[in-house]
């Protein structure tokens, strides 16, 4: 395989472990002309799934895609690439499992199951995808998802409480006010 930073050709792999339920291997690999280690995948060729897009349209099931909104969501929050990896190709997996029968699949279907695995792994990473995928236009809209969301959840119900008995987070009106 040619090495992305030196070009040449000649590589040993490192490590090899199988993603995606067994439809996938992923392989770590040196170069032995410069030392750059890479990854490279390889997966079974299927008929490709299809995206339905909002407006109708179809296009291939893009995994780049997903992840791409996915590190996006979860920038500068305490999850690795890995997880990260794990959660797209999980996300991968189920939207295959949906679209097997005609290979399609609808782009709400596949941004709902992203936001169902954020949600179970982080929580501000879930809300920041939220406001993207579901068009967020006003704060209220925020404080509706934040409010669903703990509602949902058994370990934010309530009030929740800093180490000083203080609610960290601004009350609705609060914020609709522009009050601290």
């Known amino acids: 395989m040619r090495c992305p930073h030196c070009g040449g050709f000649d590589d040993k792999v490192i490590d090899s472990r ?45 995994r780049i895609k997903i992840e791409r909104g996915v ?16 959660l797209v190709n999980e996300v991968e997996d189920l939207a295959s499992m949906v679209g097997k029968v005609n290979h399609e699949i609808d ?31 006003t704060i209220d809209e925020f404080v509706k998802e934040i409010q669903k969301m703990r509602e949902s959840s058994p370990h934010t119900k309530g009030n929740s409480q800093n180490s000083n008995g203080e609610n960290p987070v601004m009350q609705e009106d609060q914020i609709s006010n ?3």
């Open 18 to 62: 199988t993603l995606a339920n067994g439809d996938a291997i992923r392989r770590r690999r040196e170069c032995c002309n410069c030392g750059y280690r890479f990854t490279s995948y390889e997966r079974t060729e299927d008929k490709q799934l299809m995206v339905i897009k909002r407006s109708g349209r179809r296009e291939p099931f893009d």
């Open 178 to 180: 522009n009050k601290p």
């Open 71 to 86: 590190t996006h969501a979860l920038e500068k929050r305490p999850v690795s690439h890995m997880t990260i990896e794990q």
């Open 107 to 137: 782009s709400a279907a596949i941004g709902d199951l992203v936001l169902e695995k954020l949600a179970a792994l982080d929580k501000v990473g879930y809300i920041r995808f939220a406001s993207v995928y579901r068009h967020f236009g």
